[in-house]
């Protein structure tokens, strides 16, 4: 078989029974567990602490031997070197040298993946400015805060520019901003290819970053899909609009109770979300200057992490056509290349609710779309990148992609 | 093995940043260089000089041994710590690792060594530089210290066919009519034993005559060999003075002879100079000592001189130069810490810090103290008789123990170095062979076993 049909990571079976001093099993921390991560997946691994999350990292990586089942890692064993010099780890801790500084921690990993002195420099100072640490780049790790080593550690994670990232709790010990931008980073991977195993019990960040979870509970798998699949709720429906006055949500029960004979089950202003509060505070203090001793805005990813085991090309392609979605030959809107369609949405509820009184949608959701542009709605799905921290909205997309599938059915993705 | 350098850089890092390395290399620079200051109100520059390398050359060997077991605290500490977790999933061998670690230490040993050396070298040339007290003294400093000096020890006569002889005698003229049981070659090699030792002693104004053979020195009037004794005298003069006459040389092959009155100590070592031409054509040298003791009114037979062992008169001339001497002596310190550093992974490999260091240090412990208990259990065989059973027991353990742990006293040139004498190469390839090829390779196998069989995030409930 083609190593390009293996999936990354493959497990039959897993099971890890810890014994005690005299050998005796005394706890199975991962039970029969099967996994099954495809390239370019950004897979949540789920649970609450003791759930078996760690352990099962660590088979994957070859720290524990399992006591029955296996683990292949691009169709090879973990302690295979080959295989061991296409992943990154980041542990659950930064466990990282205490008496060495940033530059020689990165530099020892480099040396380990054989990579030349010239570029092992280049890299180094890359990841350092993208975890924002370069100012720091001279104290020992010791001296860090528990944040800037989570940072380096996941600098050393990318030096060899892995297809495979595990992160084991990433976000564990960041403030909201490096949790952020660690959460920029994933996406951002993910974007070029990468294929990314994060374990954590944040669901949160899970949430805003993974395709596929897996959720662990008592070593054993509980419940496994996408993030749409398990998080949709079919028989409710959410619609955000700009401040609607008294009489217009009145308006607005009258007709659902019209249409629908049902009742809104709740109706308020919606809350912003702490975490962009929270970003937001920190940018204007950033771009005011303001001085700080910890860690600085991080950069941009840096180009030597590539497209992970794509094809460059198809990544491209892909990109392309959806860039362009006319460049695909036709002037309708660009078909998936790959994903199954979407399932046909059912519009009339949205448009009655948005044509009513010609005054309750938003101005700019009503402007017609280019001749040749589908409506935004009516989008062909696509591995849909987030957009810009800036403009990210504060409305929650999954709610509205909730809303517009039809419920148990895969979008695809 | 760009991957077990990698190792190897990161321990020598490591070991040049722990503190107790630090307080290691405090000892080293107290040693090396502050006692050449404090050594300078010494009399005699010679014995400065060799109270300096004596310390000097010991405490090196005796700091980096502790040194590197303390350093197995950096393979041990990276699994409390958990480095290891990330280190191992790093496209590294757990083989190369182990050796890279190895490496890593033995780099470390290595710069120290150096280091040291250069020091120890700087200090006695700083030290033998200094004013001399007399002509003594310089010649002693000169011809005794700072030099590589080989040493040949006397070899008694063969008595056997005499023994032989005489129990054939003492057969025929019925000696042993009533002795019930005799076994004709015990009886020989005892008899043998006894004229050997009857000729190890020099009764009052007798002459006895010691041949050395291998004198392999340059003959010239101007350049001197030594000739060591120390002289076991019972019941000897008041004033604890032996005198007795040395003649040096033999008139049959040509060389001059030499004429040694002397007056010495008894029971201490006594050296003198004689001219290297003394040496015959055929590398051999005649030594007679005459016996010129009693002291007046003193017993004559009781100032009878005796030579215990053959050591106890020896010829020791030039082969090499101090500076390759002192550099033989640290390549046996380096084959020993090679083979404590091997030592040191391996228990890492199997337990944690404290555990691995109170091992290693046992383990030290025990290999310097391992021709004292070889000695000790060879008495325990001979004098003791028929041993019980815990006895028996101890003495199997003991036997196993130090045939699988190597003897470092026999690895140390240190004692050789402060007396001038030559540590030959080939006693450093012994213990390269010995200790590192064998020694060495056999514990990193083990370590490399062990730790590929271990987990690295090994969890115990």
Redesign the interface.
């Given at each position: 078989m083609n190593e390009q049909d293996l999936p990354v990571l493959q497990t039959v079976g897993l099971t890890k029974v810890?014994?005690?001093?005299w050998r005796r099993d005394?706890?199975a921390?991962v039970n029969d567990l099967n996994l099954t991560v495809e390239r370019g997946q950004v897979f949540g691994l789920l649970g609450p602490n003791g759930s078996g999350k760690s352990?099962t990292i660590?088979m994957l990586?070859?720290?524990?031997?399992p006591t029955r089942g296996r683990v292949s890692l691009f169709g090879r064993p973990p302690t295979d070197?080959?295989t061991?010099?296409r992943?990154g780890?980041l542990?659950e801790?930064s466990?990282?040298?205490r008496?060495?500084d940033a530059r020689?921690t990165l530099d020892?990993?480099g040396?380990?993946?054989?990579l030349h002195s010239r570029q092992r420099a280049e890299r180094i100072e890359k990841l350092l400015e993208m975890v924002g640490l370069q100012a720091e780049a001279k104290r020992r790790i010791g001296e860090y805060s528990k944040g800037m080593a989570r940072r380096i550690?996941l600098a050393?994670a990318l030096i060899n520019d892995p297809e495979f990232l595990i992160l084991d709790e990433p976000t564990s010990g960041m403030d909201p901003l490096g949790t952020r931008q660690i959460k920029d980073v994933i996406r951002q991977l993910a974007s070029r290819g990468k294929t990314i195993l994060l374990s954590s019990h944040l669901l949160a960040d899970v949430e805003d970053v993974c395709d596929r979870v897996t959720i662990l509970y008592g070593g054993r798998q509980q419940a496994a899909g996408t993030i749409r699949e398990l998080l949709a709720q079919a028989d409710r429906t959410q619609i955000i609009a700009p401040r609607l006055s008294a009489e217009t949500i009145a308006q607005v029960r009258a007709l659902v109770r019209r249409l629908e004979q049902k009742d809104l089950l709740s109706v308020g202003a919606p809350h912003d979300r702490l975490e962009n509060l929270f970003m937001k505070t920190v940018e204007a203090a950033q771009a005011a200057n303001v001085r700080s001793a910890g860690v600085r805005a991080g950069g941009e990813l840096p180009d030597f992490l590539s497209t992970g085991g794509r094809m460059p090309d198809l990544i491209e392609s892909l990109v392309a056509r959806a860039d362009h979605p006319a460049a695909g030959g036709g002037a309708g809107p660009a078909a998936p290349i790959s994903a199954p369609p979407r399932p046909r949405t059912d519009r009339s509820v949205i448009e009655q609710l948005t044509h009513v009184g010609g005054s309750i949608a938003p101005k700019e959701s009503t402007t017609p779309a280019p001749p040749n542009e589908a409506p935004q709605s009516s989008r062909t799905p696509r591995a849909e990148p987030k957009p810009p921290r800036a403009q990210r909205s504060d409305i929650d997309r999954s709610v509205i992609d909730g809303l517009i599938s039809r419920p148990g059915e895969s979008d695809g993705e | 093995m760009s991957r077990i350098w990698a190792i190897a850089r990161h321990t020598l890092a490591e070991g040049l940043r722990l503190k107790i390395a630090h307080v290691f290399l405090a000892f080293i620079a107290v040693v090396v260089v502050g006692l050449p200051v404090t050594l300078k109100g010494e009399s005699a520059i010679s014995d400065a000089v060799q109270t300096y390398l004596s310390f000097s050359s010991r405490s090196l060997g005796v700091i980096l041994s502790l040194l590197t077991i303390f350093l197995s605290r950096s393979l041990s500490d990276e699994f409390v710590n958990r480095q290891m977790l990330v280190l191992m999933t790093k496209p590294i061998q757990r083989w190369q690792y182990v050796v890279g670690k190895w490496l890593g230490m033995v780099t470390l040993n290595t710069i120290l060594l150096f280091m040291s050396g250069v020091g120890v070298y700087v200090g006695a040339t700083i030290l033998a530089g200094m004013k001399p007290r007399d002509e003594a003294d310089a010649g002693k400093l000169k011809n005794e210290l700072l030099t590589a000096r080989h040493a040949t020890s006397f070899v008694p006569p063969d008595f056997s066919q005499l023994a032989a002889q005489a129990y054939q005698e003492r057969l025929e003229t019925g000696a042993y009519a009533e002795v019930a049981a005799i076994v004709p070659s015990e009886e020989r090699t005892r008899i043998a034993k006894e004229f050997e030792s009857q000729w190890r002693t020099v009764p009052v104004m007798e002459t006895r005559l010691f041949e050395f053979t291998e004198v392999r020195c340059r003959r010239s009037p101007d350049k001197t060999l030594q000739i060591r004794y120390k002289a076991e005298v019972y019941h000897f003069a008041p004033d604890e003075i032996l005198r007795c006459e040395w003649i040096v040389g033999n008139p049959d092959k040509g060389t001059p002879v030499y004429y040694l009155p002397r007056r010495d100590v008894i029971q201490r070592y006594q050296t003198m100079s004689v001219p290297t031409d003394a040496v015959a054509p055929d590398r051999t040298l005649t030594v007679a000592l005459t016996n010129r003791n009693p002291f007046e009114g003193e017993r004559q037979e009781y100032n009878t001189v005796s030579f215990l062992s053959n050591d106890d008169v020896q010829v020791l001339f030039e082969v090499g130069s101090f500076a390759g001497n002192l550099v033989r002596q640290l390549a046996l310190t380096w084959c020993r810490l090679s083979f404590l550093a091997a030592l040191a992974v391996l228990l890492a490999c199997v337990f944690s810090f404290p555990v691995a260091c109170l091992i290693g240090l046992t383990f030290l412990a025990m290999t310097s103290m391992a021709a004292f208990v070889t000695d000790a259990l060879i008495f325990f065989d001979e004098d003791v008789g028929v041993p019980g059973l815990f006895q028996s027991v101890v003495q199997v353990l003991y036997k196993v123990v130090y045939f699988i742990i190597p003897d470092f006293s026999r690895y140390n040139g240190a004692d050789l170095l402060v007396d001038g004498r030559n540590v030959t190469l080939r006693w450093v390839l012994e213990g390269v062979a010995r200790l590192v090829l064998c020694g060495t390779t056999f514990l990193l196998l083990i370590a490399c076993l062990l730790f590929q069989r271990r987990e690295v995030a090994e969890v115990s409930v």
């Open positions: 810890f014994k005690d001093f005394r706890v921390a352990t660590k990586l070859g720290l524990l031997f070197v080959a061991k010099s992943i780890f542990p801790e466990y990282l040298y008496f060495l020689e020892l990993y040396r380990l993946f054989r550690g050393q | -």
